[in-house]
């Protein structure tokens, strides 16, 4: 297994334990609940032996007996599918209340920051995770991490990028890894390192993102956990984000270390989409289902110098986490920054090639310059409103020549809504790699922080 603290030792323990007991396989879901209050349970002597593991080497003392409540066999209700009605309550009630918090905090942070002021400087972190295999237990075999904060106002700030090195491949999981990496990230899989890389000490990982979270000490809008934004493309073969992240997260924290949250992106898309409806700068979307039609279109999904080094060179841009969370970062402000009265900046909110001129989105409001020549006239102090026709045409052209071909990104068509979202509907096909060109560096606009980069050598 990966090197991973006391506490997630204890709970793959404790897992393996009830499953015996049960002749069933469980969830972590399931077991978390229960493992959690047997390892608060536990005397400092019994816990001994998973730190001494966690550690790595030879282990002196022995595994103290499993903590599980023997209790709670057959004289409680089970449901059919052999799971505790008790637990099952319990979890599905702990999703709700999820949910719930989810999007009453959401909704909050949307509406208690004024659009125009604050919320043009609040920063918003997205992420995005590579993974080997994932397991029976649902465990992802960690791989890569990118992380940016990003505020519509500078587009992004700062970008953390790192490779994870786990300690080893399970058996059986081998093939599993080596097909995964293949068809995605082609991250070398942990057995068949030949000159490893990337960062081995789970807990110095979760510590270099909680470190880039707050070290410009910028707090939580509401008090609470910090918060990390992720995309789960449907169409994606890298896996649900949300549950990636989460169990990244957990497999990398100490017990009791600070929370992060991991929200969709989706639900502040709409959230957002609906608090400029009512301010009149946009049409309104009946739900939340018609923001994944935008995030899955992905139009700079081959664009060059938006990657790390690794994956620029091995051809495999399109799904290096750095690569994936830059992509986030364009459509949001490719989307909201014109109508919240921001001006693009290629190179921080939108890729360092993009052409601007002709973007609808280049525009600072709605009664600013619509061409080069406009721009040019609103510096000196003149300004132009499209006229009817020419609107149309200029939002033909979002962020520049390498998408042209896509649709425009501007709105919510109802034919591209129901081609999207129906089921037996084939996914538009994204347009063809082509030669990657390899555009200037971000470094002059933005910080790179970076802890583990490939041994080239």
Request: charge should be neutral; hydrophobic fraction near 30%.
């Amino acid at each position: 297994m990966p090197k991973a603290g006391p506490y997630y030792l204890y709970m793959l323990d404790f897992k393996r334990d009830e499953e015996q007991k049960r002749g069933r396989n469980l969830s972590l879901a399931e077991v978390s609940q229960l493992a959690s209050a047997s390892w608060n349970a536990m005397s400092e002597d019994d816990k001994v032996y998973y730190k001494e593991k966690a550690k790595g080497g030879a282990v002196k003392v022995a595994r103290p007996r499993s903590s599980c409540n023997s209790s709670t066999k057959s004289s409680q209700l089970y449901t059919t599918q052999g799971v505790l009605v008790s637990l099952y309550d319990e979890e599905k009630r702990k999703e709700k209340e999820d949910q719930e918090n989810m999007r009453k905090r959401i909704g909050n942070m949307v509406q208690q920051l004024p659009l125009l002021s604050d919320f043009l400087d609040y920063p918003i972190y997205l992420m995005y995770g590579n993974y080997f295999y994932k397991n029976n237990e649902g465990i992802h075999c960690p791989a890569e991490i990118g992380l940016v904060k990003f505020t519509f106002r500078d587009g992004i700030l700062k970008r953390h990028h790192e490779f994870i090195q786990p300690e080893k491949t399970e058996l059986g999981y081998a093939y599993t890894a080596k097909a995964h990496s293949e068809d995605t990230h082609r991250l070398p899989p942990p057995s068949l390192h030949t000159k490893a890389f990337g960062e081995k000490n789970f807990q110095r990982v979760f510590y270099n993102i909680n470190k880039f979270m707050r070290a410009d000490g910028v707090p939580v809008f509401d008090g609470g956990n910090p918060i990390i934004f992720t995309y789960n493309d449907p169409h994606a073969s890298e896996g649900n984000q949300i549950e990636v992240l989460k169990d990244f997260l957990n497999q990398f924290a100490e017990p009791n270390a600070p929370n992060i949250d991991v929200y969709p992106l989706t639900r502040l898309f709409y959230v957002l989409r609906k608090e400029l409806a009512t301010r009149g700068k946009f049409d309104d979307i009946p739900n939340e289902g018609f923001t994944n039609v935008f995030l899955s279109r992905d139009p700079y999904e081959t664009t060059g110098g938006i990657s790390c080094e690794y994956h620029e060179e091995k051809d495999a841009t399109r799904h290096c986490a750095l690569s994936r969370v830059h992509r986030l970062s364009f459509l949001l402000a490719d989307h909201f920054c014109k109508p919240l009265g921001v001006r693009l900046v290629a190179g921080q909110h939108l890729p360092p090639n993009a052409d601007l001129s002709n973007s609808l989105l280049s525009l600072r409001s709605e009664s600013t310059a619509s061409t080069t020549n406009s721009i040019k006239r609103e510096s000196e102090g003149e300004s132009e409103k499209p006229s009817p026709e020419a609107e149309p045409k200029l939002a033909r052209s979002v962020a520049g020549p390498h998408i042209r071909a896509s649709a425009s990104t501007l709105n919510f068509d109802a034919q591209s809504v129901q081609t999207a979202s129906s089921s037996n509907a084939p996914r538009a096909k994204r347009p063809s790699r082509g030669s990657l060109v390899h555009a200037q560096t971000l470094e002059a606009q933005s910080q790179i922080t970076s802890s583990t980069f490939y041994n080239r050598t």
